[in-house]
């Protein structure tokens, strides 16, 4: 059963840095897109970085700049860089993957979420 576990974060002072990491296991033969959503209280969850299988980067503007999101095929992970964070960085973040596991067509998976606070 395909898995996405997050880890990395965790409380940080407004101009610090995390790193997050989200790593898929269970069956896999391929992933494709991989991403980065977050939900902050009372908003919709929103996409704001995106890598393809072919190592292209998009980002919101809201992170250009200050997020970069990479991702080690090998390990079948995917890791976000944040720098320069900002109070309204400040929510759940989610990893998403589009994964072939074995026997299935390919599917969107979520990890279960990490929380995020940066403090002014």
């Known amino acids: 059963q395909v898995q996405l576990v997050e880890s990395g974060g965790g409380l940080v002072q407004a101009g610090g840095s995390l790193r997050l990491s989200c790593a898929a296991s269970g069956g896999i033969v391929s992933i494709d897109a991989m991403g980065w959503y977050r939900q902050a209280p009372g908003k919709q969850r929103e996409l704001f970085a995106g890598?393809?299988?072919?190592?292209?980067?998009n980002y919101a503007d809201s992170v250009k700049g200050r997020f970069t999101i990479s991702r080690d095929i090998a390990k079948n992970t995917v890791i976000l860089q944040m720098n320069s964070l900002k109070p309204e960085d400040t929510a759940v973040y989610y990893c998403?993957?589009?994964?072939?596991?074995?026997?299935?067509?390919?599917?969107?998976?979520w990890g279960q979420g990490t929380q995020v606070t940066v403090s002014s």
């Open positions: 890598i393809s299988s072919r190592d292209i980067t």
């Open positions: 998403n993957a589009a994964i072939r596991a074995w026997g299935r067509a390919t599917w969107d998976y």
